[in-house]
Every structure is written in structure tokens, then in C-alpha cells.
């Protein structure tokens, strides 16, 4: 597959997760766009190793293209702690003003 | 080895010292010893002046240079005193007469609080220092200083009694008709600075002397720095402030407006006088406005009821006739007159603050009369002063000028004919003045009958110091036709005037043609001073004149006339510039400036939402432009 | 065109649509459903390209775990119908019109780049294999991975404390 194609898609999901994070007032929406948007560059991050252990075996290194597949490994590790710690941010957000809307997180203006 | 003459620095630096300590010790000082302060610097200075007047007679000339005051690209402007024969005899006269009305003023002002007397003499001392560093002055810029400082102290001594608004109203007057002198003044110096490279005298007429100016040079020169002695020695246009300073008190009136600053002008031209004589045109200029002013101050003083007024007034006639000799080429008669003028003049004021102040501080003829049996002394001398300035033969008024008017009549006899005019219309008022004040009966209230008195010592001893030296200073200049050699004033100053005489060729009037002229004008000043005399005595002016009188009374108008077309427009212009220009568009740009940043402040505050969602779309916006930046703006 | 090619288009416009949706719909429910959908299409990107470990890892953790996590979130705070007011339409074309650019601007300037001629090699190659990715991490990246067991103990610590009621 050329690699542009993987490249256009990743961006059209990116730039979708960014539509929707901009666009939706819901906390946990939001935060699910920003999982997509991972998820986008997750995939170009595969097809790039891809790319480069097709180049790198033509060049005689079998081992080319590992580091940007253990790269989406971390990537995932570190959505998953962020998740966690993200939602119970919300949970508590919910505690205190019983919604989750984030217009009514204006307290950086003061 | 050093001449000598290098100590003059003393001379200024003495009243100096005065001007220090009594200013800035005025609030712990007794007034005894504000007293000896002030009048002991200015009693040292004349000595150590005495000293170099005899210096001088002996032949030793000298300039002191002390330091380089400015020293700028090629410009040297040094600081450096001239003694010769000119800046000697001035030294004499400021010191000598500054003296006596520093004793005078001990007696005159013990009424002042002790720190108003401390400044009062401070003031004096610091006019006193600005005078001697005028006249001693090597080049233009040292004089200019000291012009300046004596313009200062006049603005400062005439609004000595702060609070009252009229008198400071007559300070900012003298002061502002000063200036615009003085601005004169200053562009005639940067015109030599331009033309000549530097400023000093020697340097200045020797290169007048060698032609090395041209004509238009020269006359403007001439005239701007004319200009400036017409600001500071009270001629037409300029001299409307000169009766109003008499707001000051009687003794800054003696010193400053009679016997030295006034004097200023014309020690300047007397020492620029070989600018003087290779420009014709401006000779005749200096002539003719000398002439005038001679004039129309007589007329005016014919007429005031103010003791002081009338003498303000005759101190501009005089002036007048200064610069009418200035202007004819008789530079030893302007100064000759100069140093006539300021004995008399001064024992004049002097004696007529004698009277304000027995009179209980009167000041108008009208309420006087018969002071004589009450005030011997002051009666004595003030009427030796009135003969004096009638000009009286015997007397020194007489022999400077009569000088004066022979070489009027050596340029035109038309000037001889205003001129004897003028000085018959002198001896009429001052005789007028004279019997109205001391003769008759007393016309005052009877308190003030009661407070009559002689002053004091300390006054009345300056007074017949005075009164000698106006019989007796007038027998240094004793003209040709009388005795031969006696004038010892024009042989001591030729050598100041020599090259004048050189360009000027002056044309000697037969002595027979001078007795004439002379018994012409004796006789019928004679006639004047009996005629105003007895008149005054039996019958004085007491009512507002009508007419002809009511112009001269109201001194022609011509401060109205002023007012009119220069001070109402410059308030009018002040006023509108203030609210129209300075409020609103001077004030509205700076405001301006603070109220847009205040706007576009609150503009920007609203990004501040505090809305998270706006703060992401902020961030994508900056990576769109930057993305754009990147990729497709970089060549 | 082969089978690849047909699986890979499939796959795109699944993943597409469903990222579509995701932002679009109102209950938060169905966008998470949405959502998982979206993971699988990725996830069967993955596998395309032979990147087996992360094809199982990504099933396993992101639609398993964390959108499960998600759910249990919106079950929890009561959010079954959106009762969404009707935001400023403003912001909402200004969000859509940002995103649309930044598209725009990111096709644009990867058009003509230099990766024109290259290729994503599908079906092949064996680093995807868990063998090579393993061999590979506990060599060069050990110490990264240990870091990151680090950083869970951090995440769990501070989503413990954040949640407490005090």
C-alpha cells in the first residue's frame, strides 16, 4: 500500500478527533476524541515501521522498523494510565457541580 | 610673573561670598550682621577697586584669564576679566555708589523681618556681582552672563515684596521687556561667533578693523545688539517697564535703576564702540532713539504725581541723552554722563526715599509740601541733586551735558535743538517736583504732620556723600573751551575711544560757537528752574491734568497701546493654545493612548475565558498557522 | 484489485464512519459503542500490516479495557439521554472550520512529499511478530518499560486519591 494513503487516513481521523473535541461541550466525549486522535497516530506510527523495515531489509537490516511499533506499545501504556487518572477527574467533577459540562469549568478566568 | 591685576577676581567674587552667606544664612544671621556682611564685601570690592583704577592710571592694562568656560570644537569662550581704562572707572562707580546704598539700606529696610532683610541683601550682593562680572567681562559671553544676572536680581528685587500682586505683575514686566532684549542680544552673538570665530573684544574689533565684516554684518550686528540695550537700558520700545520697577523698594531703585544696570547698555556699546563707528547707519539709529525716548520721557514726567515716577521718567530721559551721545560719537560724554547721572540720580531716589519714608510711606507730591523746615538735610541735598541734573554750571549735571549737547550740534544742529528742548523740559519738571514736594505748606494728614522727621545716619550720611560727589565729579571732564587740558576723563579714556576718533574724524566746533552754545542754554535753563520754582511753590498741580496734560499724564497711552496689540494677542494665542491645543489634542493623544490600550486590553481580556473548549481552539489555530508557516511560506 | 486492496478501503471507510459518528451523535452511549467500532477497524489496520502484537494489544486494552472503562463512567453519572444544551453554533462552526483547515493544510502539505514512491509493506515482514518486538524491548527499551510500570503505579495512586471522598 503507498504509504500516502496511510498517511491521509490517519489524518482525516485525526483531524476528526480535533472537530470533535473542539465541537462537543461533554467532558467524556471530549475525552474520547482525544482517544481517537491517539488512535490516528497510532496507525501512521504502524505503517511508517512498516515502511522503513521494507526499506531497512533492502539495505540489509532485518531489525529496521521495531522502534515505531514498541512506540504505539508506550503510546498505549500511557493512554491507559492517563484514562484512568482523566476520568476520575471527571467522576469528581460530576461529585462537585453534578454535570459534566466543561463550560462550566471556567475557573481559569479568575 | 604675574601681573599683578590677576587678583581682580576678587572684585566679583567678594559680593559673591555676600550673596551666599546672607542668602542661605538669612534664617540665623542678625540683621547686624546681615548688615556688615553685605556691606562690608561690597566696601572691600571698592577698595581693592581704588586699587586698580590707580593700577590703570599708571598705564598697566591687563586681561585675566582664569579658565576656558567653553570649549567646544573650535569655539574657545574663555573666562576672563578686562581691565582697563572703561572697566575701571564702571568698577569705581558700581562699587563706590553700591556702597553707600548698601549702608542706606540697613537704615531703610529695618522694618523687614530678619529673614526678608537677610534676602533683601543677598539679592543686592548677588546684583552687585552680576554687574562687576558685566563690566569686567573680556568677551561677549561673560558680559552676556552678567547681563543676564542683572536682569535676574531686577525681577528679584522689584518683586521683593512677593505679596503683593501688582508688584510681582511689575517684575514679570521688566523681566519679559528684558528678554526680548536679551534674545536681540543673543543672536548678535552667534552672528560674531559665525562671522568671527570667537568672542573676545580684542579678537572682535580687530577684525572690525580690518574690514574683514561687511557692511550687512556689521548694521546688524549693531542693531541686534542695540536691541538688547534698549530691553536692558529702557529706551523706545522697550522701556514701558522701567516706571512700573519702581514698585521695588527705594534703594533697588537708586542702584539698579538709576546708577548701574540701566548703565549697562551703555558700557556696552561705549565698549563696542569701533562696531559703532564703522556703521553710520546705526549710529544715527542709536542717535534718533535716544533722542526720542529723551524726549517723550520728559513730556511723561511733566506730568506724574509720584515722587518716583517722575524720577523713573527722568532716569529714561537721561538715558536718552546717554545714547544720544552714543549715537553722535561723543563716547567720553556718555560716559562721562554716566557717572554724573549716577551720583545724582541716586542721591535723587535716595532722597526721595527719605521722604516716603518720613512721610509715613506716601509716595504722591500732591499730599507733600514744605518738607524743608522738617527735613533739613534731606532738603539740602535733594535740591543740590535737582541742580545737579537741571544742570546748573558749577555743578557736575552741567559739564556732562553740556558736553553732550556740543556734540549734538556737531552732528546736526536739529539734535542741539531737541536736545536743549529736552533738557529744558528736565529742569522744569525737576523743579517742579522739587518746590512741590518742599515748598509751600503741607498738605498731608496730621498724623503723617507729626511723623515728620530727619532719617536717620545711616541715611542721611549717603545722601551728602552724594550731594559732594554731584558738585564736585563733574570737575574731572572739564571741557577744552573752558580750561585747556582739564578734561582728565577724556585723556584717561582715549585710549578705550582711540580708534573710534581714528574712524570717525569728529569735528571740532570753534570754542567761540561752544561759549555761545553754552550761554544760550545756561540762560534759559535758568529761566525754567525760577519759573517752576516759584509756580510750584505757591500753587501746586493738585487736581488731574485735562487735555493735552491728561495724554502725558497717562504717558501717552503707550501702554495701553501695548497692552493692546502685544499682550492681549500673546494671552489670547497662550489661552487658546492651552485650551484647544494643549486639552484637546495634546491631552487627547496621550490620553488617547492610555484609553486605546485600555480598550484593546479589554478586547483581549475576553480571550481569557476560561472556557477550556476555547482554549484547544486557540491551540489548533496556532498549529494551522503554524503547519501553513511551515510548509508553504518557506522557500 | 486484490484482496488487500478491498480490505484495506473496508477498513478505512469503517474507521472513518465511525469516527464520524462518534462525534456526531448525541448519546454518549452510542458514541462509545461507536468508538469500539472504530478501534476494531484500526486494530484490523493493524493486522494488515502484520503488526500482530498490537493488533491483539489494542483490542485487548483500548476497546476492552478502556472504553468498558468509559462505560462504567457514563452508567455512573446517569448520562443515558444527552441533555445537551444548544451550544453557541459559533464555536461549533469555528471548531469545525479549524479542524476542516487543519485537514486541508496537512493533505496539502504531504501531497508532493518525499514519500511519494514509498510503500507500507502488508502481510509480510516479521517485526510485528511478538517474538521481535519482544526480543527488541527488553533489550534496547528495558529500561523505558520498567519506567512505565512506574508510571501505572502513579496513574493507580493518583486515580485512588483523586476519587476519595473526603
Not at chain 2, 419 to 424: C, F, K, N
Not at chain 3, 111 to 137: F, T
Request: aromatic share 14%.
Amino acid at each position: 500500500m503507498p504509504i500516502n494513503y496511510y498517511i491521509f487516513l490517519a489524518i482525516s481521523l485525526f483531524c476528526i478527533g480535533i472537530v470533535g473535541v473542539l465541537t462537543r461541550r461533554n467532558a467524556i466525549i471530549i475525552f474520547m476524541c482525544i482517544e481517537l486522535m491517539l488512535n490516528a497516530v497510532n496507525l501512521l506510527l504502524v505503517a511508517f515501521s512498516k515502511m522503513h523495515h521494507l526499506n531497512g531489509v533492502a539495505q540489509g537490516n532485518p531489525a529496521a522498523g521495531t522502534d515505531g511499533q514498541l512506540f504505539v506499545f508506550f503510546i498505549m501504556v500511557v493512554a491507559a494510565a492517563e484514562v484512568s487518572v482523566g476520568l476520575a477527574i471527571i467522576v469528581m467533577m460530576y461529585r462537585n457541580i453534578h454535570s459534566v459540562d466543561v463550560n462550566f469549568l471556567n475557573r481559569l478566568k479568575h | 610673573m604675574k601681573n599683578l591685576l590677576h587678583i581682580v577676581f576678587l572684585i566679583p567674587l567678594l559680593p559673591f561670598f555676600g550673596f551666599v552667606i546672607n542668602g542661605l544664612g538669612r534664617k540665623y544671621l542678625t540683621k547686624g550682621l546681615i548688615g556688615i556682611v553685605g556691606c562690608g564685601s561690597v566696601l572691600v570690592s571698592f577698595l581693592i577697586s581704588v586699587w586698580v583704577f590707580t593700577e590703570v592710571k599708571n598705564g598697566n592694562t591687563y586681561i585675566a584669564s582664569y579658565f576656558d568656560f567653553i570649549k567646544v570644537g573650535d569655539l574657545t569662550i574663555p573666562f576672563a576679566f578686562q581691565i582697563d581704562q572703561l572697566s575701571s572707572l564702571f568698577l569705581l562707580i558700581i562699587t563706590g555708589v553700591g556702597f553707600l546704598i548698601h549702608v542706606y539700606s540697613t537704615s531703610y529696610m529695618h522694618g523687614e523681618e530678619d529673614d526678608h532683610f537677610g534676602r533683601y541683601f543677598s539679592y543686592l550682593n548677588l546684583f552687585v556681582f552680576s554687574m562687576l562680572l558685566l563690566v569686567l567681562g573680556a568677551n561677549y559671553v561673560i558680559m552676556f552672563i552678567g547681563w543676564e544676572g542683572v536682569g535676574l536680581c531686577s525681577y528679584l528685587l522689584i518683586g521683593y515684596w512677593f505679596k503683593n500682586t501688582g508688584f510681582n505683575k511689575a517684575a514679570n514686566k521688566a523681566f519679559i521687556m528684558n528678554r526680548i532684549g536679551d534674545l536681540a542680544f543673543l543672536i548678535a552673538v552667534f552672528w560674531i561667533i559665525s562671522k568671527v570665530g570667537n568672542v573676545n573684544y580684542g579678537d572682535v574689533f580687530a577684525f572690525a578693523q580690518a574690514n574683514k565684516f561687511t557692511t550687512t554684518d556689521l548694521t546688524a550686528i549693531t542693531i541686534l545688539l542695540f536691541i538688547g540695550a534698549t530691553g536692558k537700558s529702557a529706551q523706545i520700545p522697550l522701556y514701558t517697564w522701567l516706571p512700573d520697577a519702581m514698585a521695588g523698594p527705594t534703594p533697588v531703585s537708586a542702584l539698579i535703576h538709576a546708577a548701574t544696570m540701566v548703565t549697562a547698555g551703555i558700557y556696552m556699546i561705549a565698549r563696542s564702540n569701533i562696531l559703532y563707528s564703522l556703521s553710520p547707519v546705526t549710529m544715527n539709529i542709536v542717535a534718533i532713539i535716544g533722542l526720542a525716548t529723551a524726549l517723550v520721557a520728559a513730556t511723561i514726567a511733566l506730568r506724574q504725581n509720584d515722587i518716583k515716577k517722575v524720577l523713573a521718567y527722568s532716569t529714561v530721559s537721561q538715558l536718552g541723552y546717554m545714547f544720544l551721545a552714543l549715537g553722535t560719537g561723543a563716547y567720553v560724554a556718555a560716559v562721562f554722563h554716566v557717572m554724573t547721572h549716577a551720583f545724582f540720580k541716586a542721591l535723587l531716589f535716595l532722597g526721595s526715599g527719605s521722604v516716603i519714608h518720613a512721610m509715613g510711606g506716601e509716595q504722591d507730591i500732591r499730599k507733600m509740601g514744605g518738607l524743608s523746615k522738617h527735613m533739613k538735610t534731606t532738603h539740602a541735598t535733594f535740591l543740590i541733586g535737582c541742580l545737579a541734573i537741571a544742570g546748573i554750571p558749577g555743578l557736575s549735571g552741567f559739564f556732562s551735558k553740556d558736553e553732550i549737547l556740543a556734540g549734538a550740534f556737531a552732528k546736526s544742529p536739529v539734535f542741539y535743538a531737541i536736545a536743549l528742548g529736552t533738557a529744558l523740559l528736565t529742569a522744569f519738571y525737576m523743579f517742579r517736583m522739587y518746590a512741590t514736594t518742599f515748598k509751600g505748606t503741607f498738605r498731608g494728614t496730621h498724623e503723617q504732620e507729626h511723623h515728620l522727621h530727619e532719617s536717620p545716619a545711616a541715611i542721611t550720611v549717603p545722601l551728602v556723600i552724594l550731594a559732594i560727589l554731584s558738585v564736585i565729579g563733574g570737575y574731572v571732564g572739564v571741557p577744552e573751551f573752558i580750561i585747556h587740558g582739564a578734561h582728565f576723563l577724556g585723556d584717561f579714556l582715549f585710549p578705550v575711544f582711540a580708534a573710534s576718533y581714528e574712524v570717525l574724524k569728529p569735528h571740532e566746533i570753534s570754542h567761540q560757537t561752544e561759549w555761545i552754545l553754552t550761554g544760550i542754554s545756561t540762560a534759559l535753563i535758568l529761566v525754567m528752574v525760577i519759573f517752576a520754582w516759584t509756580r510750584y511753590s505757591r500753587k501746586p498741580d493738585m487736581e488731574d491734568a485735562k487735555g493735552f496734560g491728561k495724554i502725558l499724564q497717562h504717558k501717552w497711552y503707550v501702554d495701553e497701546l501695548y497692552e493692546k496689540i502685544i499682550v492681549r494677542p500673546l494671552n489670547a494665542l497662550a489661552s487658546f493654545l492651552n485650551e484647544v491645543f494643549e486639552k484637546t489634542v495634546l491631552d487627547g493623544m496621550v490620553n488617547g493612548v492610555g484609553r486605546l490600550v485600555n480598550y484593546g486590553s479589554r478586547q483581549l481580556r475576553l480571550l481569557q475565558s476560561g472556557q477550556v473548549g476555547s482554549y484547544v481552539l486557540l491551540m489548533v489555530v496556532g498549529m494551522l498557522l503554524f503547519f501553513v508557516f511551515q510548509f508553504f511560506l518557506r522557500k | 484489485m486484490g484482496i488487500t486492496q478491498i480490505l484495506f478501503w473496508l477498513l478505512s471507510v469503517m474507521a472513518l464512519f465511525s469516527a464520524l459518528m462518534v462525534v456526531t451523535n448525541k448519546n454518549p452511549v452510542y458514541s462509545v459503542l461507536w468508538l469500539i467500532l472504530a478501534f476494531f477497524a484500526i486494530s484490523g489496520h493493524f493486522l494488515m500490516l502484520n503488526a500482530q502484537f498490537l493488533f491483539i494489544v489494542n483490542i485487548i486494552v483500548y476497546a476492552g479495557a478502556i472504553m468498558v472503562l468509559f462505560l462504567f463512567v457514563i452508567m455512573l453519572i446517569n448520562l443515558n439521554k444527552e441533555s445537551e444544551p444548544r451550544k453557541n453554533i459559533w464555536i461549533k462552526f469555528a471548531g469545525a472550520l479549524a479542524g476542516g483547515c487543519l485537514l486541508l493544510v496537512l493533505v496539502a502539505a504531504l501531497r508532493n512529499s518525499d514519500l511519494k514512491g514509498q510503500v507500507a509493506q502488508v502481510k509480510e515482514g516479521s517485526i510485528g511478530l511478538i517474538k521481535n518486538l519482544g526480543m527488541e524491548l527488553f533489550s534496547t527499551y528495558v529500561v523505558p518499560f520498567e519506567i512505565s510500570s512506574i508510571l501505572f503505579l502513579s496513574a493507580m495512586v493518583g486515580a485512588v486519591v483523586i476519587g476519595k471522598k473526603e
